[in-house]
């Protein structure tokens, strides 16, 4: 097979059919020879119905029916890992990405003969306040992971076999798949492209920090560094301050008093040690995580016609 288009669903009912149409037209542009594996997320509204329906009246659909909600950089992985073609091309179904997009990543890889073509926004979407948080969160993620990501990427690239591939070694539970398209390597080209906004998105506050410190965490040990150098900066100042109390004590008779500032000192310090406390045990939960191997999704049903071979994780 030549291509497959792999797509993942979560509350994505009133894009589905216009996805459907304009991805399935754009293929054909392509090459006829091509699958478009729809990837339910645990969707809690009609988005499983609609892409059997879909299924039913195209051979060349696929659904992958989760056990339940596992994420949508996991769900990615399983689709991919389903994914028959010698190029896959991954896209979100909400419509921010264009489908047309399918047609001038393939131009660019048949001209620059890589292994990646992938999107970024040519300006990040949303408000001010949006912008700016953006920035700091992409100078932070570089600064603590020690990875050099891309800023503003998005969910839409074209890739060979071999990359996917390699891509689907990585076997962590706990994945930023982001950081895992970044550092598989290879030959990988951007293009700046239009996102769209198409409404609230299902990424709140709590869901980015989430992925965040996750992409820290799971791909730096930075932030240990940097407990162990804050603790020994403070022991350090703290030495010479009970060496400075020790001389005015002994060689000036000088006794210092200020309860306020000691137990501020103490609170700070109190502070630092359960703040390294918490970093620590994230690193240990993650360890605990993967030590168990557990499976980072399940699929209860695949969809698709007698052509295609089953394949499980």
């Known amino acids: 097979m030549k291509l497959s288009i792999v797509t993942t669903m979560y509350c994505s ?36 119905e609609t892409a059997v329906s879909l299924y039913k009246i195209d051979p060349k659909v696929r659904v992958l029916d989760l056990s339940r909600n596992f994420g949508h950089h996991k769900a990615m992985m399983t689709g991919l890992a389903h994914a028959r073609g010698k190029l896959v091309f991954l896209i979100d179904c909400d419509l921010e990405e264009d489908p047309d997009l399918l047609g001038l990543f393939y131009q660019k890889r048949i001209e620059l003969n890589c292994d990646v073509v992938y999107g970024v926004q040519k300006n990040r979407k949303g408000s ?124 000036f008779n000088i006794g210092l008093v200020g309860w306020p500032s000691l137990i501020v000192s103490i609170w700070f310090v109190g502070g630092l040690i359960i703040c390294f406390l918490g970093i620590i045990g994230i690193y240990i939960s993650k360890i605990f995580i993967e030590t168990k191997r557990r499976p980072y999704s399940i699929i209860r049903e695949i969809y698709q016609y007698p052509s295609f071979p089953n394949r499980h994780e």
Do not use: C
């Open 13 to 48: 009912t009133p894009y589905l059919q216009e996805f459907y149409d304009r991805i399935k037209a754009e293929a054909e542009t392509v090459t006829d020879d091509y699958e478009i594996i729809f990837v339910n997320d645990g969707s809690p509204d009609n988005s499983l």
């Open 128 to 251: 001010w306040i949006e912008q700016i948080t953006g920035e700091i969160y992409y100078w932070l993620l570089r600064k603590l992971s020690g990875i050099n990501f891309p800023k503003n990427v998005i969910t839409a690239r074209l890739m060979t076999r071999r990359y996917v591939k390699s891509l689907l070694r990585h076997r962590e539970r706990e994945l930023t798949i982001a950081a895992l398209w970044h550092i598989t390597g290879y030959e990988q080209f951007p293009i700046y492209i239009t996102k769209y906004s198409k409404g609230k998105t299902t990424y709140n506050f709590f869901k980015k920090l989430s992925v965040f410190v996750n992409s820290i965490v799971s791909f730096s040990d930075r932030p240990l560094m940097i407990i162990f150098y804050t603790g020994l900066i403070i022991s350090i100042i703290s030495a010479f301050f009970i060496i400075d109390i020790l001389i005015q004590k002994l060689v």
